[in-house]
C-alpha cells in the first residue's frame, strides 16, 4: 500500500504531489511518466524524483505572472546543479541562504549578478572570503548581499 492510499477520501489523493503525477495501476504511482518502483529498484531508497517539465513550466508560469519583476528561486528547497541550471536556463534568479548553496551555484556556472545572498545569523567572517570568490575582480558581476553583509573587502557600506 502506497501513501496516497492513506489519505482520507474526501482529500484528492494526488493534490500532494506533482501535477504529473499518475496512478497508471492501483497502489503504483509514476511522477513524469517514470514508476517510484522503478526509480526506487534502480537508485533505491529514499530517492528524489523530479519532473524537468514540471519545473520548468511552473518557472516559466512565474515569469509570465510577474513579467516586471525578479523571479528567484529559494536555493533552501532542494538545490544540485541540474536545479541551478534549470532555474538560469529559465531566467530566474537563485536565492541562497548558506555558504553551500551560493558554492554550488557559482561552480555551476550560475550567473553571479542573478544570485541574492539573504538568512540571519551570518557573519561576515562567514560570507567574506565566499563572496569574494564568487564575485572574482568585477563587483559589477558580484551576487547582491542584504543590508548589513559587508562587501567583499571588508568595509562596511553607511546605509543613509
Not at 532555474?87 to 561552480?107: I, P, W
Not at 549578478?113 to 540571519?120: A, C, D, Q, S, T
Amino acid at each position: 500500500m502506497t501513501t496516497v492510499h492513506e489519505l482520507p477520501t474526501t482529500t484528492d489523493a494526488l493534490s500532494v504531489w506533482p501535477a504529473s503525477t499518475t496512478e497508471p495501476r492501483a497502489g503504483d504511482l509514476a511522477v513524469g511518466g517514470v514508476p517510484l518502483a522503478e526509480a526506487a529498484d534502480r537508485f533505491g531508497t529514499p530517492v528524489y524524483i523530479l519532473d524537468e517539465a514540471e519545473v520548468r513550466d511552473r518557472c516559466r508560469t512565474y515569469r509570465h505572472a510577474f513579467p516586471d519583476a525578479e523571479v528567484l528561486y529559494a536555493a533552501k528547497a532542494f538545490l544540485c546543479r541540474a536545479m541551478a541550471r534549470w532555474m538560469e536556463e529559465e531566467g530566474l534568479g537563485l536565492d541562497v541562504c548558506s555558504a553551500g548553496e551560493l558554492e554550488l551555484a557559482v561552480t555551476t556556472g550560475f550567473p553571479p549578478e542573478r544570485i541574492v545572498l539573504h538568512g540571519n545569523a551570518k557573519t561576515p567572517a562567514t560570507w567574506r572570503p565566499r563572496c569574494a570568490w564568487a564575485s572574482g575582480a568585477s563587483s559589477s558581476t558580484a551576487p547582491r548581499r542584504s543590508p548589513g553583509l559587508p562587501p567583499p573587502s571588508g568595509r562596511t557600506e553607511s546605509r543613509r
